[in-house]
């Protein structure tokens, strides 16, 4: 358990995970696969079409950081990625991204993002979930609540099933969910790696603020379901202004 601490790039919090990211990776492709198969895919082909592209740019400029990030630290594990960008018919405001790289938008969220650079700050925030791999560690904060001696001596044990039941309970997966409920400390930390991740992209990091007072506006009293663990929209706008100065070091313009 010792050995199960690491630490999140960009950063570098340590943090505690106790699962195999590798088995969470490929029990979260076989719930990913079962979610697509069982939801309507988006109509309109432009919006598809966007999520794609700006998922290919994320994924392709941060395959390429970190080649280098920390020495190449991280490297390998995100190059084994299998990414994929699908658009889900839904007027839910709502966007995810399992671990290994798969990632749902529902089509109530273009009435927000409005165009390539809104849609990354989304995408940029899920996709620095999955690779600061909070899943996993919201995995072990659930094993250690239902306690070591039962849960995690069965999810430990190499047991699919046991793996999947845990997995489920995280992602509320039961209930047809798949959205992980992160802590408010995740959800800050994912926009932070998330702004550095669209200036990667070639998306202007300022460009968050933006996005954010629109969905201050959109959504008023009314919380989205993805927001409901979030910081306030004022709170997570001032924290935005704090890091684009070291977001901004990442951006070229195209």
Not at 25 to 53: C, P, R
Not at 180 to 195: N, P, V
Not at 215 to 231: C, D, E, F, G, V
Request: charged share 20%.
């Amino acid at each position: 358990m010792l050995l199960s601490c690491s630490r999140v790039p960009i950063t570098h919090r340590r943090h505690s995970v106790w699962q195999n990211e590798a088995v969470l990776v490929k029990m979260s492709d076989s719930m990913y696969q079962h979610f697509i198969s069982t939801h309507s895919m988006a109509k309109n082909k432009s919006q598809v079409t966007q999520v794609q592209f700006v998922g290919q740019k994320l994924s392709s400029a941060l395959t390429t950081f970190f080649k280098t990030y920390d020495n190449g630290k991280y490297y390998k594990e995100i190059a084994a990625y299998k990414w994929a960008f699908n658009t889900i018919q839904d007027s839910t405001v709502n966007a995810w991204c399992m671990p290994g790289g798969k990632v749902v938008v529902y089509t109530g969220l273009f009435k927000v993002t409005q165009d390539e650079a809104g849609l990354a700050v989304v995408l940029g925030h899920e996709i620095a979930h999955a690779i600061a791999k909070h899943g996993n560690e919201r995995m072990t904060q659930e094993m250690k609540a239902q306690g070591i001696s039962t849960v995690l001596s069965i999810a430990l044990s190499g047991s699919p099933q046991a793996t999947q039941d845990v997995l489920g309970m995280v992602y509320g997966a039961a209930g047809g969910l798949t959205l992980l409920k992160y802590s408010r400390k995740h959800e800050t930390e994912a926009d932070k790696i998330g702004l550095i991740f669209m200036a990667l992209a070639g998306y202007d990091p300022n460009k968050a603020i933006e996005f954010w007072d629109r969905m201050s506006k959109a959504t008023n009293t009314q919380i989205p379901q993805w927001l409901s663990t979030h910081p306030s929209d004022q709170t997570r706008i001032n924290s935005l202004k704090d890091w684009l100065p070291e977001a901004l070091k990442y951006y070229k313009k195209p």
